[in-house]
């Protein structure tokens, strides 16, 4: 075991408290009363089984969407349906000559993925609860066009479902059928979720910001997700036509997308385990209670605020015990800078980033009035002032939150303020907030590891398929993540949930992810507040450190000890405009800024 991994695990773990047999039990326990089902179930508990089955195909790549990027997608059932209708109409051979189930899943399954996207593209660019409406739009219109295209469709009266060839065609043997799409989804989605894309999703969700500050492309990526999620729903239609041996749009009610959705949200988010609970619970559930289906909607609704107001992390929280461990209250933050040369060692020239005469205004607001900045490599630059005075805003014109009115920040040959993001984060511009933005649900390596998302190689597919690139990337991010941690003094809590640890060390965590990046200029926004006297002694070691590896830091802090301490440069604020620049000496006989600032 390499030295920086040690310090994260026990030293002696017996073996079923060993991390990877507790999250493995679970899943072996539900796999073997799956597979055993035909043993000890009725018929009649096949049937109920199958349906778990066919909506899990659908709710493991909706979880992506919902659980793990955020997005609420209410209306999915206009996927299933799709689908349904595409497999069946195919194999009925009522308008088209017949075409062979598999195949006419496999095209349903590609026009489900097409679908995806489409319902899917207004989730760039509305708000959440708009998007919601226009999934469940979509959703009445795919049946409205059921009912209409009686032709095709058979109208009110419907079309029957595909049969699959032997040996599917029995009961238990569509069961099997289906649970082996169920199995390759939960595959799939367990790949997608444990890798650098599921990471970013869940920073999409929780930390937008942050997700663009490390380069990651919201829309590529979610277009990947509505592709997937959309070709598993469509697959389950499919299914589900079979299932149902004959449908009718009736099938395909608001109740079910329903189910589907809260099928998520009761499992938790960002877990694959919790949903898929979650979706077998509503499946079974009106079989216990078959005089109150009517009410099953209610019910729905009734479980689901329950369990927001009991656990909220939903059932992924019950099962996730490896959080419930006492963290150490008398934590010492002690980083290690000697291991950044290991991170960062640069070999290529950075350049100098510069702004140029920028100018920003929100309405009256001058936030920045004509600023000039030159911040060089492998220096530290002081940026300071008053509340208001325009430093939060200087970071966000430079990485790209906000574009200026006027003037240009430039690195090397490239201006940075014609880039999108994802640009700057490849220019290797990184950066902390002022409030920590973590994803909290997500491990302490999980949120380090999402700062060096760019630098993957495999693609969305070959994560999918855990390809060898795939285990590569995975093992590359993880250790370098780990060397992040020890850098800043974390390693020891890698493991644990983010939104356990003080304020103090998601301050930290936000730097490790910085470093991820490999920066050649970092941007801290006041990263020593909060900290105590000690740590930030040692967060200043840190940054001093930092710059001696060739990194250009541009600091923004309030703490005028630090500053002084460590600065090569500084900069004063005010108003948005340049009040004073100098070396700390400098500054510190500054006569406007010691009677403004520095009460002397
Ligand atoms: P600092 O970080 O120095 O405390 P900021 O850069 O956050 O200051 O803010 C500079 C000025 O710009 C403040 O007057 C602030 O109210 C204003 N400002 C910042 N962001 C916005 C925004 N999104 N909309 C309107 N005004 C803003
Ligand atoms: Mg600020």
Same mark, same amino acid.
Not at 11 to 28: D, H, N
Not at 49 to 62: D, H, I, N, P, S
């Given at each position: 075991? $390499? ?14 408290? =060993? ?34 089955? +066919? ?35 195919? =194999? ?8 062979? /189930? ?106 937008? +910001? ?94 689901? !605020?329950? *369990?927001?107001? &009991? ?25 290690? /800078? ?38 060089? /490599? ?75 998302? *760019? ?66 200029? +970092? ?20 940054? &001093? ?9 541009? !600091? ?8 002084? $301490? ?5 900069? &004063? ?13 400098? *500054?510190?006989?500054?006569?406007? &800024? ?7």
């Amino acid at each position: 075991m $390499d030295m920086f991994t040690s310090g994260a695990r026990p030293a002696r773990a017996s073996f079923w408290s =060993s991390p990877a047999i507790t999250a493995a039990l679970p899943w072996l326990v539900l796999a073997a009363i799956a597979v055993a089902l035909p043993l000890y179930g009725s018929g009649y508990w096949g049937v109920i089984a199958t349906r778990a089955c +066919v909506y899990w195909v659908l709710v493991a790549g909706l979880n992506l969407l919902v659980g793990f990027a955020g997005q609420l997608a209410i209306g999915w059932v206009a996927l299933l349906t799709l689908g349904a209708y595409i497999t069946a109409v195919l =194999s009925a051979a009522n308008v088209l000559p017949e075409v062979h /189930p598999y195949l006419a899943l496999a095209i349903a399954a590609i026009a489900g993925a097409l679908f995806g996207v489409i319902v899917g593209l207004p989730a760039l660019r509305l708000r959440t609860f708009y998007f919601a409406i226009t999934t469940l739009g979509f959703a009445t219109i795919v049946r409205q066009i059921a009912l209409a295209w009686a032709s095709v469709t058979g109208g009110g009266v419907g079309v029957p479902g595909p049969v699959f060839p032997p040996p599917f065609d029995s009961q238990w043997g569509f069961y099997y059928l289906c649970l082996g799409f169920a199995a390759i989804c939960t595959w799939m989605t367990v790949n997608i979720a444990n890798s650098r894309f599921g990471r970013a999703l869940t920073a999409i969700r929780d930390a937008e +910001v942050a997700a663009e500050a490390s380069g990651i492309a919201k829309p590529r990526l979610l277009i990947l997700v509505f592709l997937f999620s959309g070709a598993t729903a469509a697959i389950a239609g499919g299914l589900f036509a079979s299932l149902q041996s004959y449908i009718t749009p009736d099938a395909f009610t608001t109740e079910l997308s329903v189910l589907f959705f809260i099928g998520v949200l009761i499992g938790g988010r960002g877990s694959i385990i919790g949903p898929l609970l979650g979706t077998i619970l509503l499946t079974v559930l009106p079989e216990f209670a078959a005089p109150l289906v009517a009410w099953s909607t209610f019910l729905y609704a009734v479980l689901l !605020l329950v *369990i927001v107001l &009991v656990i909220p992390g939903g059932i992924a929280e019950l099962l996730d015990f490896k959080n419930r461990k006492p963290l150490e209250t008398h934590r010492a933050l002690v980083p290690r /800078p000697e291991l950044l040369k290991r991170l960062l060692a640069q070999d290529d020239d950075p350049g100098t980033l510069t702004l140029e005469q920028v100018e920003l205004h929100f309405g009256g607001v001058r936030a920045i009035d004509g600023l000039d900045l030159t911040i060089l /490599p492998g220096q530290v630059h002081g940026l300071i002032g008053p509340n208001g005075s325009g430093k939060t805003t200087t970071l966000n014109v430079i990485s790209g939150y906000y574009n200026p009115q006027r003037g240009r920040a430039v690195l090397k040959d490239a201006v940075l303020t014609q880039l999108s993001h994802h640009r700057r984060a490849q220019l290797r511009i990184a950066r902390t907030f002022q409030t920590p933005r973590i994803v909290g649900e997500a491990s302490v390596i999980e949120n380090v590891m999402i700062g060096g998302t *760019i630098d993957g190689t495999g693609s969305f597919f070959e994560s999918l398929f855990a390809l060898p690139r795939h285990w590569q990337d995975e093992k590359k991010l993880h250790e370098t993540a780990m060397l992040a941690l020890s850098a800043v003094g974390l390693e020891s809590l890698a493991g644990v949930r983010a939104d356990r640890l003080q304020h103090s060390e998601l301050r930290f965590v936000e730097i490790a992810r910085a470093l991820m990046l490999r920066p050649a200029f +970092v941007l801290l926004d006041e990263p020593a507040a909060g900290l105590s006297v000690e740590e930030i002694r040692r967060l200043g070691a840190l940054v &001093v450190e930092m710059a001696k590896n060739g990194t250009g830091v541009l !600091l923004v802090e309030h703490h005028a000890d630090l500053i002084f $301490d460590i600065c090569d440069h500084v900069t &004063v604020l005010n108003l948005g405009k340049k009040l004073a620049a100098g070396t700390p000496a400098e *500054i510190r006989s500054h006569r406007e &800024v010691v009677s403004a600032y520095l009460g002397g």
